[in-house]
């Protein structure tokens, strides 16, 4: 059964920072590209980036490059998602997702407030 459970999320500031994490389980995680998702309140839900299952390859959407990192940890089924320079319209339940399986974690929520 495929799991995955994201962490990290809380209130920051406008110009701050913070990591996310994404525990997969329920497959061979290390064979897997993984991506990031976001949904903001009263929008769709929306990529962020993804990693190829390695960890050597890594593409965003143009909204967020340069701001946002995804690295993953293969020995320890876990992804990671940097996040600087925080902005409003960074608000959103952050999802990690793994597209070749249907299943979605329960999301977890960053909020950008001063």
């Known amino acids: 059964q495929v799991q995955l459970v994201e962490s990290g999320g809380g209130l920051v500031q406008p110009g701050g920072s913070l990591t996310l994490s994404c525990v997969a389980s329920?497959?061979?995680?290390?064979?897997?590209?993984m991506s990031w998702y976001r949904q903001a309140p009263n929008k769709e839900r929306e990529f962020v980036g993804v990693?190829?299952?390695?960890?050597?390859?890594?593409d965003y959407a143009d909204s967020v490059k340069d701001r946002f990192t995804i690295s993953r940890d293969n020995t320890k089924n876990t992804m990671y998602l940097r996040i600087n320079s925080l902005k409003y319209e960074d608000t959103a339940v952050y999802y990690c997702?793994?597209?070749?399986?249907?299943?979605w974690g329960q999301g977890t929520q960053v909020t950008v407030s001063s």
């Open positions: 997702h793994c597209s070749d399986f249907v299943s």
């Open positions: 329920g497959f061979v995680f290390s064979n897997r590209a």
């Open positions: 990693i190829s299952s390695d960890g050597g390859v890594a």
